[in-house]
Nanobody, 123 residues
Framework: QVELVESGGGSVQSGGSLTLSCAGPGTRSCMGWFRQPPGKEREAVASIDFDRRTNYAESVKGRFTISQDNADRTLFLQMNNLRPEDTAMYYC????????????????????WGQGTQVAVSS
């Protein structure tokens, strides 16, 4: 069963914008976006925790925004001012929140992954 499905990728020129979406039965309240540029390792892009705290890679801060619909937990990545170095396959991932003495928290150890959506940015 496919648990996470990404959409919204495409080809844009430098400076353009795209919004990626991630939906499916595998969405949870701890989620993240990752990307794998051609010939390179996969890297973290952004994450959102169950308390809505967000984290971003330095390379995308101020340009990308991660958000999640509270109703159906669809995950989004708004990408503005895209650069050629943003070209990559983008993946969403999720984990079930853990519970400890301080309450729920996200480990950022993602168990569910989508198949990816391709983003290509030309100069």
């Amino acid at each position: 069963q496919v648990e996470l499905v990404e959409s919204g990728g495409g080809s844009v020129q430098s400076g353009g914008s795209l919004t990626l979406s991630c939906a499916g039965p595998g969405t949870r309240s701890c989620m993240g976006w990752f990307r794998q540029p051609p010939g390179k390792e996969r890297e973290a892009v952004a994450s959102i925790d169950f308390d809505r705290r967000t984290n971003y890679a330095e390379s995308v801060k101020g340009r990308f925004t991660i958000s999640q619909d509270n109703a159906d937990r669809t995950l989004f990545l708004q990408m503005n001012n895209l650069r050629p170095e943003d070209t990559a396959m983008y993946y969403c991932a999720s984990e079930t929140p853990s519970y400890g003495s301080g309450g729920y928290y996200c480990r950022h150890e993602y168990a569910r992954w989508g198949q990816g959506t391709q983003v290509a940015v030309s100069s």
